[in-house]
């Protein structure tokens, strides 16, 4: 059996963040709300993104206690989107993530920097005796 293979019956937090997050737009919505709460309009247009792709994916959002929604009893009302606690906390990943791009990843058409070599792979290519 394949250790990497999702067991419904067992919780796994990684797949359950998986499942919520990997669907197509919520990390660029999560992304876009991250500064500060918007409209829906607001985000619709910053990430490029349908009405009815954008309201799905938020009220999943939602319904995980990632988002808050606030109608404002404006005329006409406005609804704002902002963060909460909870889905604050994935600024981490984002962190995580242009890290990691900073690294391996390149603009198009220029050259990929070598990333920078740890003690660990010195150690597994025999180099660490070497240094000084």
């Known amino acids: 059996m394949d250790p990497h293979a999702h067991n419904p019956e067992i919780f796994c937090p990684a797949n359950a ?3 919520l997050l990997s669907e197509r737009w919520t990390l660029h919505i999560v992304r876009a709300l991250l500064g500060r709460k918007k409209r829906f309009n607001e985000i619709a247009r910053e990430i490029g ?4 792709t954008l ?3 938020l009220r999943a959002l939602e319904e995980e206690s990632v988002v808050t929604r606030t109608v404002l009893s404006t005329m006409p009302p406005h609804v704002e ?3 909460t ?4 906390a994935l600024n981490g990943i984002f962190e995580a993530l ?5 690294t391996w990843m390149k603009p198009k058409g220029a050259e990929l920097v070598d990333p920078p070599q740890d003690d660990a792979a010195d150690l597994v290519a025999g180099e ?3 240094r000084s």
Do not use: I, V
């Open 17 to 19: 963040a998986l499942s």
């Open 49 to 52: 993104l349908n009405p009815a």
């Open 55 to 57: 309201r799905e994916r």
């Open 81 to 83: 989107y902002e963060l």
């Open 85 to 88: 606690p909870k889905g604050q």
């Open 98 to 102: 242009a890290d990691w791009a900073r």
């Open 128 to 130: 660490l005796s070497t």
